[in-house]
Antibody, heavy 112, light 108 residues
Framework: QVQLVESGGGLVKPGGSLRLSCEGSGFTFTDYYMSWIRQAPGKGLEWLSYISNSSHHRSYADSVKGRFTISRDNAKKLLFLDMNNLRVEDTAVYYC?????WGQGALVTVSS | SYELTQPPSVSVSPGQTARITCSGDALPIKFAYWYQQKSGQAPVLVIYDDNKRPSEIPEKFSGSSSGTMATLTISGAQVEDEGDYYCYSTDGNGDQWVFGGGTKLTVL
């Protein structure tokens, strides 16, 4: 069955950086576009970014464009989200998604 | 940037039909997806491609779309259907995806 497992969350100071990883299994990793979605505490869902299966096409929400970078390593079945210049408002649970399949989420807390 | 608009809340009595709307300019040409999120849990897809239901989702959930509005209908809503519902779609170019603000469904 499809499994998505995020890692790399944690506490970081404003202006800092963090890399999230997502390991996929139970499906042909190279066949699918993948996305990152987040949810701030008590708030709604926010789409952040997607990447095509070949990495040729990527798109970002305006809120993270220029600060976050999505990438993937198909050989290792890994999806990444590099987050730079983090802000307090980036505090959220970050989900790796493949269509209707979601990981368990990784908590990122940005606080001084 | 593209936006999807949902009512903040919908309330029905048990056994009634709940309808949650989602409006967006690109909905005439782009599919709508609907997610259910119960407290403390990850979202679950209940409707995809406007009106298709994943096999594990009960028949009480249905979707439709007409013009710039998509609608999620929950027939015979029960207390266990309470939660937040989000519509999800993409802009006209298919490049930027967006969630609606979410609708809190209360059944009481």
């Amino acid at each position: 069955q499809v499994q998505l497992v995020e890692s790399g969350g944690g506490l970081v100071k404003p202006g800092g950086s963090l890399r999230l990883s997502c390991e996929g299994s139970g499906f042909t990793f190279t066949d699918y576009y993948m996305s990152w979605i987040r949810q701030a505490p008590g708030k709604g869902l926010e789409w952040l970014s997607y990447i095509s299966n070949s990495s040729h096409h990527r798109s970002y929400a305006d809120s993270v464009k220029g600060r976050f970078t999505i990438s993937r390593d198909n050989a290792k079945k890994l999806l990444f989200l590099d987050m730079n210049n983090l802000r307090v408002e980036d505090t959220a649970v970050y989900y790796c998604t493949l269509g209707s399949y979601w990981g368990q989420g990784a908590l990122v807390t940005v606080s001084s | 940037s593209y936006e999807l608009t949902q009512p903040p809340s919908v309330s029905v009595s048990p056994g009634q039909t709940a309808r949650i709307t989602c409006s967006g300019d690109a909905l005439p040409i782009k599919f709508a997806y609907w997610y259910q999120q119960k407290s403390g849990q990850a979202p679950v897809l209940v409707i995809y491609d406007d009106n298709k239901r994943p096999s594990e989702i009960p028949e009480k959930f249905s979707g439709s779309s007409s013009g710039t509005m998509a609608t999620l209908t929950i027939s015979g809503a029960q207390v266990e259907d309470e939660g937040d519902y989000y519509c999800y779609s993409t802009d006209g170019n298919g490049d930027q995806w967006v969630f609606g603000g979410g609708t809190k469904l209360t059944v009481l």
